[in-house]
């Protein structure tokens, strides 16, 4: 069922979300080559309860602050002391904040050093495939316009989008109604509405679009071993406009 949010529960979840982007603004310049992918997890954690929240993976019982994944690793990385950041390595980061019971979820890939040049350029795709989907997020459209709109961008650059992980609602939970895949599927899909609170989050894989999950149970590989990134928002939708309420001002 999806849960329409009222005006004051939008402000409430706005809170929640201001907060992750200010949290993205601390930690993503100590995101440097030597640091462990747990000293990453340990700075967002640091930062969330000291502003008064908690951290939303918690409640889907995940052993971190922060996924960070990196290079092949497309999404919910364990934080390790072993994994030491290296020049040229893509890191992705994706947090939720509980604040007050309001949460929020963002991600985005974290460019380390000197990239190789076909990185970047994934990393420039996945952005340009998440500003597609938030245009399409609009009264009047489907959920899978915005699916559409990342799958064009991210192929016709010859990349792979991953299709078994998807956005989804948010905001009174971590992972709400509806679905947003970043493929187009079949079958019914929603309308988007007023009061929609949503995350939409494209995860573009430099090859194929096929994932495998490792032993640790969590961590989510690309099949054939090449990079990924992962780009994340959280909107509200309007009457008249749709707002990212992970950005700052």
């Given at each position: 069922m999806i849960r329409l949010k009222n005006d004051k529960q939008i402000s409430e979840i706005r809170k929640s979300c201001k907060l992750l982007a200010?949290?993205?603004e601390y930690v993503i310049p100590k995101v440097t080559v030597g640091i462990s992918t747990k000293d990453i997890d340990d700075l967002c954690l640091e930062f969330i309860t000291k502003h008064g929240g908690k951290p939303a993976w918690y409640k889907e019982d995940f052993p971190g602050a922060a996924c960070v994944s990196v290079n092949d690793a497309v999404i919910h990385g364990l934080?390790?002391?072993?994994?030491?950041i290296r020049d040229g390595?893509?890191?992705s980061i994706d947090v939720g904040i509980d604040l007050n019971g309001y949460i929020s979820d963002s991600s985005t890939t974290v460019m380390v050093g000197n990239v190789a040049p076909e990185h970047k350029r994934l990393v420039e795709v996945t952005r340009k495939c998440l500003e597609a989907g938030i245009a399409a997020c609009k009264v009047g459209n489907r959920i899978r316009d915005i699916s559409k709109a990342?799958?064009?961008i991210a192929e016709e650059a010859g990349f792979g989008v991953v299709y078994e992980y998807c956005g989804h609602g948010v905001?009174?939970?971590v992972h709400e109604d509806p679905s947003i895949p970043n493929v187009v599927c079949k079958g019914i899909s929603p309308r988007i509405q007023p009061g929609m609170v949503l995350a939409i989050e494209p995860m573009i894989n430099i090859g194929l679009p096929d994932v495998d999950l490792a032993d640790d149970g969590?961590?989510?590989l690309t099949a054939d071993g090449l990079y990924s990134a992962h780009e994340e928002h959280t909107v509200a939708v309007f009457k008249d406009h749709t707002?990212?309420?992970?950005k700052l001002d």
């Open positions: 200010q949290m993205f934080p390790s002391r072993k994994i030491k390595d893509l890191v990342v799958s064009a905001g009174l939970g969590w961590t989510v707002e990212i309420l992970t």
